[in-house]
């Protein structure tokens, strides 16, 4: 099952989103709690620090009391989609398919990355505003 990791923090986030990628795993997120220095496979280089949010191949969508920005966003697969929570209130992002995120907290993110084509649609199940749908493409 695909699943749905959150981060806190914008450093850690982008270095465990590069990890991920240069590792090629599409369908699992790893997670890093906060104060903690994410773990390189043994024989791959660590990836270099950075201070960007969000490493280049990702699109955000913003969360807001009102709904989610944009509600229908195109990718291509492999893509790092980001679900930030600029609410004053904690979410949750549900994705056709099964993923389910943890709690996102006010202030923090949720990612996934859509490994195949298709459309997948999203909602916060306590939130009938938030929804929208990912269309992926190869």
Known sequence: ??????????????????????????STIAS?????????PVGQTPPATSTSTAPAAHKIITITKTGASPSSLTVKVGTLV???????????????????????A???????TFPKAGSFKYTDPSHSAVHGTVI???
Do not use: E, Y
């Open 136 to 138: 992926v493409t190869k």
């Open 82 to 104: 980001v679900w930030q929570n600029s609410d004053t209130v904690s979410h949750k992002i549900s994705i056709s398919g099964g993923a389910t995120s943890p709690a996102i």
């Open 32 to 40: 890093v709690a906060p104060n903690q220095t994410p773990v390189t």
């Open 106 to 112: 006010a202030g923090s993110t949720a990612t996934h």
């Open 1 to 26: 099952m695909n699943s749905i990791k959150r981060s806190s923090h914008a450093v850690l986030f982008a270095a465990a989103a590069l990890v991920l990628l240069l590792t090629g795993c599409s």
